[in-house]
């Protein structure tokens, strides 16, 4: 908690006193996700928006949910982004993402969405947390292209896997 409050306080004074640039805030919410601050971080109007922690998807639905306004028209900085993933961040309008680990599924949805990606890592796709099969909200948007039927998807499955 006290490197969150750290990160932010430098955040702020950034701000503050010369006006951080977009790219050093992604750098810097990538840090903050490979050190265990964060899962995702949303950056806006050269802020940071928006910090989530948790599990999976979680993070990202959740500000997909709740926070609607820090998304839109903001980059996510996610530690994962898979096709799950990415269809939240279509339906989120964000304008961009980052991801420390992306699946080339992803990059290819985004794009096609207009939405740029970067990456620290690519792989060819999002395994479970068993490494022994791909992750079940990939199964559950395999082979959709429209974002309306993949949150559609995406909500059946994690409403099965809660009750699981």
């Not at 304008?95 to 949805?109: K, N, P, Q, R």
């Not at 620290?120 to 992750?135: A, G, Y």
């Amino acid at each position: 908690m006290k490197n969150l409050f750290t990160a932010i306080l430098l955040f702020a004074l950034c701000a503050v006193i010369s006006g951080c640039s977009t790219e050093f805030l992604v750098r810097e919410s990538a840090r903050m996700i490979k050190s265990g601050n964060a899962e995702c971080v949303v950056v806006k109007n050269n802020t940071i928006a928006t910090v989530e922690k948790g599990r999976g998807v979680s993070p990202l639905l959740n500000i997909y949910r709740s926070k609607p306004e820090c998304m839109n028209g903001g980059i996510v900085v996610d530690k994962v982004i898979g096709r799950a993933a990415a269809f939240i961040i279509i339906s989120g309008k964000a304008a961009a993402a980052h991801g420390e680990l992306v699946s080339e599924d992803a990059i290819e949805l985004l794009k096609k969405h207009n939405i740029p990606v970067t990456s620290s890592k690519t792989v060819p796709r999002i395994l479970n947390r068993r490494m022994d099969d791909i992750c079940p909200l990939e199964k559950s948007v395999q082979g959709i292209n429209d974002p309306v039927q993949a949150m559609d998807a995406l909500q059946k499955c994690i409403e099965k896997m809660t009750r699981n």
